[in-house]
């Protein structure tokens, strides 16, 4: 675990900076802007790499060049709540004109530390009743951001389980039981689940050894499934969750494209990496001056559907070609 990264790209930025359009010229007060980013990541991780790539493509359209107007200071890694706490202390200490905030916990740990400094959140599950904002439209503090939580999600991913995989008649859905947008996931599903023939299970998991134990019990009741929502802890395991799926033959279904990139079989759910770039434009906005609470909590926009054709021969699946026909992406 990799407790605190200060970046401030220079050369590197500034060379990639010709790729992109520029919406209109940063603020050019003589003075650097400063950013907190906390990623819930290890820092050598792909996807979180990805995400704060997006960011800075998202900064760099509107005008900010980091090492020249703007100063991001990125911590990284992946820790319960205290060493959340203790990341955004230290975030604090920079003297950030806006945090960014990768998930609930963080979000409610940066609410904690200050309720001055602009917070703009990723990943809040219900923003209203975590008492971040007073309304999505008009949030009337110093946070706002971008929900992850869309309820027809967790129905979805059933349909999609069973098309893909009508043998199924059991599913668990494995969710870290810390994060409650999961929990709302894996209600609304519950509450479809008779309609797609199928009896569902929530299982809670942790860690690794959590992981392995819930794959090999399920390994031994026929027909069984796997869905995983979508969450920072589990998809620092992605690699480990794939492989056992495939060992053990479970169909799974997956809220990030992460988990197929790294051969599991198919996902479906929101660009989180759409979502930071989204951020990037709220980060702008604030540093030119708008505040937070005019600033209205967004929903998800962009949902991708992603199949993994080897995975699919590897579990002895035929994916239907009406299945294939409304893939964003097929990985052959």
């Given at each position: 675990?990799?407790?605190?990264?200060?970046?401030?790209?220079?050369?590197?930025?500034?060379?990639?900076?010709?790729?992109?359009?520029?919406?209109?010229?940063?603020?050019?007060?003589?003075?650097?802007?400063?950013?907190?980013?906390?990623?819930?990541y290890a820092e050598s991780d792909r996807e979180g790499?990805?995400?704060?790539?997006?960011?800075?493509?998202?900064?760099?359209?509107?005008?900010?060049?980091?090492?020249?107007?703007?100063?991001?200071?990125?911590?990284?890694?992946?820790?319960d709540l205290e060493w959340i706490k203790s990341q955004i202390a230290g975030l604090m200490k920079f003297e950030p004109e806006v945090v960014l905030a990768n998930s609930?916990?963080?979000?409610?740990?940066?609410?904690?530390?200050?309720?001055?400094?602009?917070?703009?959140?990723?990943?809040?599950?219900?923003?209203?009743?975590?008492?971040?904002?007073?309304?999505?439209?008009?949030?009337?503090?110093?946070?706002?951001?971008?929900?992850?939580?869309?309820?027809?999600?967790?129905?979805?991913?059933?349909?999609?389980?069973?098309?893909?995989?009508?043998?199924?008649?059991?599913?668990?859905?494995?969710?870290?039981?810390?994060?409650?947008?999961?929990?709302?996931?894996a209600l609304a599903a519950a509450d479809s689940s008779k309609r797609f023939g199928l009896e569902m299970v929530v299982t809670p998991i942790r860690d690794a050894a959590e992981i392995e134990a819930a794959a090999e019990m399920l390994a031994k009741q026929p027909n069984s499934g796997l869905i995983f929502p979508p969450d920072p802890v589990i998809a620092g395991h992605r690699k480990l969750i794939v492989d056992l799926a495939a060992r053990h033959r479970l169909p799974a279904v997956y809220a990030l494209r992460s988990f197929v990139d790294e051969g599991g079989l198919i996902s479906y759910g929101i660009s989180i990496p759409e979502l930071f770039r989204q951020a990037a434009g709220y980060v702008d906005r604030i540093l030119r001056g708008d505040k937070p609470e005019d600033l209205p909590v967004q929903g998800p926009t962009k949902f991708e559907l992603l199949i993994n054709l080897k995975a699919a021969k590897g579990l002895g699946i035929e994916a239907p070609p009406t299945l294939l026909a409304r893939a964003d992406e097929v990985i052959e």
């Open positions: 675990m990799k407790r605190r990264d200060f970046i401030t790209v220079t050369g590197g930025a500034a060379a990639f900076a010709s790729l992109w359009p520029i919406a209109a010229p940063a603020q050019q007060s003589g003075r650097m802007r400063r950013v907190g980013v906390l990623m819930l790499q990805l995400r704060a790539q997006a960011f800075r493509e998202g900064l760099e359209a509107s005008g900010w060049r980091v090492g020249t107007n703007l100063l991001i200071e990125f911590r990284w890694g992946v820790g609930d916990p963080a979000a409610k740990a940066a609410q904690s530390a200050s309720r001055t400094v602009p917070i703009v959140f990723i990943g809040s599950s219900d923003p209203v009743a975590q008492d971040f904002v007073q309304s999505l439209a008009h949030p009337g503090a110093n946070m706002t951001g971008f929900s992850v939580v869309e309820p027809t999600l967790g129905p979805k991913w059933l349909e999609l389980l069973k098309e893909i995989a009508p043998r199924v008649t059991r599913v668990s859905v494995l969710l870290n039981p810390g994060n409650s947008g999961s929990a709302l996931l």
